[in-house]
């Protein structure tokens, strides 16, 4: 199926896999930029500078980007289960103004208050960073409403390559800014950052745009006339329904990053009280930043599948089809399981060596301890997906906010304790996790009747990574007694073993029907030929 004469449909296991091979490039990039940005920072204490005002921002561009491109994808998708394709282009630019205002308003508010904000942090030198990455929200309000569309058409492509492009340009850019400006200070350092950031987003913009130029050439000859209603009640009828939708998405996905901004304004003062040196404390505090940051790579193969499945089940509910959304749910819990399953098994197994690799320090004890947050993320993330394509986007919101306020009370008891401090961050983000999990799934079955049995498909992933650790990890070892202890000893060794982990992984997978012809063919019937997977019976 078609979206007009230019764009193909995706499916679900095809625009993941494009999405998580550009969120895979994305995050390997990211993850060797932050141990260069570190050493040019002074290590972790002056990075804690760069990552709180990059909290600031990410809170900030959350409020102004969550909403309304995933209320876009979903408008546009349930808009082209009819005839009329040139109603979802008329949404679209209605969200696109939206858009702009709200980016333009925004990024005034962070301009002004730069300076309090950074104070407010207790990290008073990321006022300019702050100041400097706030034109960034205009630029990316625009650049969201682009994808939000393209993904509504089911075509991951465009939001794929921009991203890479984004990212390269960024690291470039940040990296040679930093350079330059290493000699004024910390201050002007993380502005230098920022203003890589700022690149990126304009290269973004560019790609997508060039993407959505030719999906309107395509579908020029191919609009059909509006049916008697008046323009403006049609605008109107529009603008009611983003704002449904974009409303309680906005409040979950800010409520979620308000979490993250929380602990900026917690950790620190909480450390402090549990008798930490303050320079500790910024050191610790940097060290659970730099975990996070790796946690979020295996995260965003988890985010790509969400952008992924909404459209799916969103045309899928609106077409009152509720089995076959239940399928498909089912079927992404899946993916998912054969995505994060492996890699929290893998970071706990390997968080030495990959410390040592991005050159993170010898607290990789946190990293093995935060690993298994990637599973349950995944879920909560899914699940927020999945009730937001069924319009239960208020019960999301709410359920996220109480895993918020969870979090933010056990973060102030734990960290408190002399005895735990910075690993008390650790046991208030599973705590966190488990409240929306047992709530999104009573709400999603009691009020839509859609029983999702999450934990159906994962066993196979389970064997699987298990399975993989018993010749990767003795290789790596073997290779690192055999190669020595330096820098590009290590790394070989851990990429011939991390190799190999995923060769054996996705052998046991396929043996024991983890993943099968099927799975592959909505990829690349090519590659399911190429591999000779037989039917599942």
């Given at each position: 199926m078609k979206t007009g004469k230019g764009i193909k449909e995706q499916s679900m296991a095809k625009g993941f896999a494009v999405l998580s091979v550009a969120s895979i490039l994305v995050k390997i990039l990211s993850l060797f930029f932050i141990p260069i940005i570190r050493s040019l920072m002074g290590g972790s204490a002056g990075y804690q500078v760069y990552y709180s005002a990059y909290q600031v921002f990410a809170f900030v561009y959350v409020l102004a980007t969550a909403g309304l491109p995933v209320a876009i994808s979903k408008?546009?998708?349930?808009l082209m289960t009819g005839t009329d394709h040139r109603q979802s282009k008329r949404a679209f630019r209605i969200a696109?103004?939206?858009?702009?205002v709200l980016g333009a308003v925004l990024t005034l508010v962070l301009l002004i208050f730069a300076k309090p904000i950074a104070v407010a942090t207790g990290y008073e030198d990321a006022w300019l960073g702050i100041a400097v990455i706030a034109p960034n929200i205009?630029?990316?309000?625009?650049?969201?409403?682009?994808?939000?569309?393209?993904?509504?058409?089911?075509?991951?492509t465009p939001t794929a390559i921009s991203q890479v492009a984004e990212q390269c340009v960024h690291l470039f850019v940040s990296i040679v800014a930093v350079l330059l400006l290493r000699n004024k200070g910390v201050v002007w350092m993380v502005a230098g950052a920022s203003i890589g950031t700022l690149a990126g987003s304009v290269v973004a913009l560019l790609v997508v745009y060039y993407y959505y130029h030719m999906q309107c050439s395509a579908d020029r000859f191919e609009t059909v006339i509006c049916s008697g209603e008046n323009r403006k009640e049609e605008r109107s009828r529009y603008v009611r329904l983003l704002l449904a939708y974009s409303i309680p998405i906005t409040l979950s996905a800010a409520i979620q990053y308000g979490g993250n901004l929380i602990d900026v304004f917690i950790v620190k003062g909480r450390?402090?009280?549990?008798?930490?040196?303050?320079?500790?404390?910024?050191?610790?505090?940097?060290?659970?930043?730099?975990?996070?940051?790796?946690?979020?790579?295996?995260?965003?193969?988890?985010?790509?599948l969400c952008v992924s499945v909404l459209p799916i089940i969103a045309g899928l509910y609106a077409q009152k089809k509720k089995k076959a959304a239940v399928a498909r749910a089912e079927?992404?819990?899946?993916?998912?399981?054969?995505?994060?399953?492996?890699?929290?098994?893998?970071?706990?197994?390997f968080a030495k060596p990959i410390y040592q690799l991005l050159g993170f320090g010898s607290h990789y004890q946190m990293l093995m301890l935060m690993s298994f947050s990637?599973?349950?993320?995944?879920?909560?993330?899914?699940?927020?997906?999945?009730?937001?394509?069924?319009?239960?986007?208020?019960?999301?919101?709410?359920?996220?906010?109480?895993?918020?306020?969870?979090?933010?009370?056990?973060?102030?008891?734990?960290?408190?304790?002399?005895?735990?401090?910075?690993?008390?961050?650790?046991?208030?983000?599973?705590?966190?996790?488990?409240?929306?999990?047992?709530?999104?799934?009573?709400?999603?079955?009691?009020k839509r009747g859609l029983k999702i049995r999450i934990f159906s498909a994962i066993a196979p992933s389970i064997l699987g990574s298990a399975v993989m650790l018993v010749p990767s990890v003795p290789c790596y070892i073997l290779l690192s007694k055999l190669l020595g202890a330096s820098y590009f000893a290590n790394m070989f060794a851990f990429m011939i073993a991390a190799v190999l982990a995923v060769i054996v992984y996705f052998i046991v997978m396929v043996k024991i029907g983890g993943i099968c012809k099927e799975d592959i063919d909505s990829i690349s019937p090519k590659f399911s030929k190429l591999l000779g997977l037989k039917e599942n019976k």
């Open positions: 408008v546009v998708t349930e696109r103004t939206a858009m702009m205009l630029l990316c309000s625009v650049l969201s409403a682009y994808r939000g569309y393209l993904q509504g058409l089911k075509n991951m450390l402090l009280a549990a008798g930490v040196p303050e320079n500790l404390a910024e050191t610790l505090h940097g060290d659970l930043s730099a975990a996070r940051q790796l946690i979020n790579v295996p995260s965003s193969l988890v985010t790509a079927y992404a819990f899946k993916l998912c399981f054969i995505v994060a399953v492996p890699c929290t098994v893998a970071m706990c197994a990637v599973l349950l993320m995944g879920i909560v993330h899914l699940q927020s997906s999945i009730m937001q394509s069924v319009n239960l986007l208020y019960a999301s919101a709410a359920f996220m906010g109480v895993s918020v306020v969870v979090k933010a009370i056990f973060n102030y008891l734990l960290i408190g304790i002399p005895g735990l401090n910075i690993y008390g961050a650790v046991l208030s983000t599973y705590i966190s996790y488990l409240v929306p999990i047992v709530f999104n799934s009573q709400m999603m079955l009691k």
